[in-house]
C-alpha cells in the first residue's frame, strides 16, 4: 500500500523555539493532506487541511499564525509550530489522501519544555 | 451531536474471544476507514470499505452505508490486538470519533 512519512518521530524543543514536521507521501501524489493534533486520552483533531499550491484550510480555533502549514509540491507538507509553549505539547500526525483512501504518517510526539 | 458513536468506548475481553465494534453516523459518508492506533500513538489502516465487507486475517469489516453503520469484528483475538480502534467516515476530509480501546488479557 501507498506510504506517508512523518518526520521527525519525536522532538524537544525549548519553549518560545519554533519546530518543522514534515509529511511525505513517498510513493503517490498527495494534493491534499490533513493535519491532526491529539492530546493524551482524547480523540484525534483536525487542525488544517493541506491543499498543494495554495493555502492551506484551517479548523475552528486553530491559530494559522501559529501553526504555519506549507504544501509546496505534491509529495510534501510541512507543519511549523512557531514560538513553541508548553500547552503545545501533544501528538501530531498527518495523513494524505489517495483516491478516497487515507494514509497515515507514523506521528510526531513533540514536547515543549 | 457527535457525527460519528462507536460503541462499545472500552472493550475488555479474554484472549480467543469474538469481539465486535460498532460505529454509526449521524451524517452520510461515502466510504469508511478502521484505524488502529496503538498506545505508542501510530495509527495503522486497517480497511477503507464503500460497500460489503472485507476481510484481513483475523479482522472482518462490514458497512451498510444506507444505514450508515459498520462493524469491525475480531476472531480468536490475542493481546496484540490491544489497542484502540477508530472509524472515520470519508467525506473528504476524516471525522474522528474517540474510537473503542480493546484490552485483551492472556
Known amino acids: 500500500g501507498a506510504v506517508v512519512s512523518q518526520h521527525p518521530s519525536w522532538v524537544i524543543c525549548k519553549s518560545g523555539t519554533s519546530v518543522k514536521i514534515e509529511c511525505r507521501s513517498l510513493?503517490?501524489?498527495?494534493?491534499?493532506m490533513f493535519w491532526y493534533r491529539q492530546f493524551p486520552k482524547q480523540s484525534l483533531m483536525l487542525m488544517a487541511t493541506s491543499n498543494e499550491g495554495s493555502k492551506a484550510t484551517y479548523e475552528q480555533g486553530v491559530e494559522k499564525d501559529k501553526f504555519l502549514i506549507n504544501h509546496a509540491s505534491l509529495t510534501l507538507s510541512t507543519l511549523t509550530v512557531t514560538s513553541a509553549h508548553p500547552e503545545d505539547s501533544s501528538f501530531y500526525i498527518c495523513?494524505?489522501?489517495?483516491?478516497?483512501?487515507?494514509?497515515f504518517g507514523q506521528g510526531t510526539r513533540l514536547t515543549v519544555v | 451531536k457527535n457525527e460519528v458513536e462507536q460503541s462499545p468506548q472500552n472493550l475488555t475481553a479474554q484472549e480467543g474471544e469474538f469481539i465486535t465494534i460498532n460505529c454509526s453516523y449521524s451524517?452520510?459518508?461515502?466510504?469508511l476507514h478502521w484505524l488502529q492506533q496503538h498506545p505508542g500513538g501510530g495509527i495503522v489502516s486497517l480497511f477503507m470499505l464503500s460497500s460489503g465487507k472485507k476481510k484481513h486475517g483475523r479482522l472482518i469489516a462490514t458497512i451498510n452505508i444506507q444505514e450508515k453503520h459498520s462493524s469491525l469484528h475480531i476472531t480468536a483475538s490475542h493481546p496484540r490486538d490491544s489497542a484502540v480502534y477508530i472509524c472515520?467516515?470519508?467525506?473528504?476530509?476524516?471525522?474522528f470519533g474517540k474510537g473503542t480501546l480493546l484490552t485483551v488479557n492472556p
Open positions: 495523513s494524505a489522501l489517495e483516491n478516497t483512501e487515507a494514509f
Open positions: 510513493d503517490f501524489q498527495a494534493t491534499t
Open positions: 451524517v452520510g459518508i461515502s466510504a
Open positions: 472515520p467516515g470519508s467525506n473528504y476530509k476524516l471525522t
